[in-house]
């Protein structure tokens, strides 16, 4: 069973920053694209941020210029640091692996941004 380890989650004032990070078996870091999803309840899983392994990045509109996503090799880590973080940033962060039609997801990281 592939495990990925979300940490970095926390409550955190308007305005301010958190790091969050996903490690994941090396086999999986090495060959698959790494990102993060958000869930907040009663809506849709949504793509914040990804990495492929070739470092091809994509962003959600909503976290430009404001959150950061990148791999840290060594540590067969992805990294998302998230600044100037808004209410509406509050949610589970998932961190997620993909490959083609397979898939692996973390338990997730509450984020709360307080207004």
């Known amino acids: 069973q592939v495990q990925l380890v979300e940490s970095g989650g926390g409550l955190v004032q308007a305005g301010g920053s958190l790091r969050l990070s996903c490690v994941a078996p090396?086999?999986?870091?090495?060959?698959?694209?790494m990102g993060w999803f958000r869930q907040v309840p009663g809506k849709q899983r949504e793509l914040v941020a990804q990495i492929t392994v070739g470092g091809t990045i994509n962003y959600a509109d909503s976290v430009k210029e404001r959150f950061t996503i990148s791999r840290a090799n060594a540590k067969n880590t992805v990294i998302l640091e998230m600044n100037s973080l808004k209410p509406e940033d509050t949610g589970v962060y998932l961190c997620?692996?993909?490959?083609?039609?397979?898939?692996?997801w973390g338990q997730g990281t509450q984020v709360t941004v307080s207004s």
């Open positions: 997620h692996a993909s490959r083609g039609v397979v898939d692996f």
């Open positions: 090396e086999t999986i870091f090495s060959n698959y694209a």
